[in-house]
């Protein structure tokens, strides 16, 4: 695995250098240290994560084309503009 060295400073101003992973190196090779990998209790779960906002997705194949659906997409995205902008 291949490693970098990273220099930092002392509390008294001298020099040093520690080794990490390379994040690439890593990721290519499927591995995660263990300090990046959170227990269960420390995971978000989706039941803490904050309500949706609802926002419509806006297909722009129906909005540009000349189809029977496009009047529906364009009112979509009209409302879209004006409750979020």
Known sequence: ML???VPYKEG???SKRFTVPIVQE???NHLLPERYIRS???RPSLSNTP???GIPAIDMKLL????DCRP???EKL???CHKFF
């Open 40 to 42: 269960e209790n420390e």
């Open 3 to 5: 490693n970098a060295a």
């Open 12 to 14: 008294d101003g001298s």
């Open 26 to 28: 890593l990721a290519f």
């Open 72 to 74: 529906k997409e364009m």
């Open 64 to 67: 540009l084309g000349e189809n």
């Open 78 to 80: 009209a409302m879209a």
């Open 51 to 53: 309500p949706q906002i």
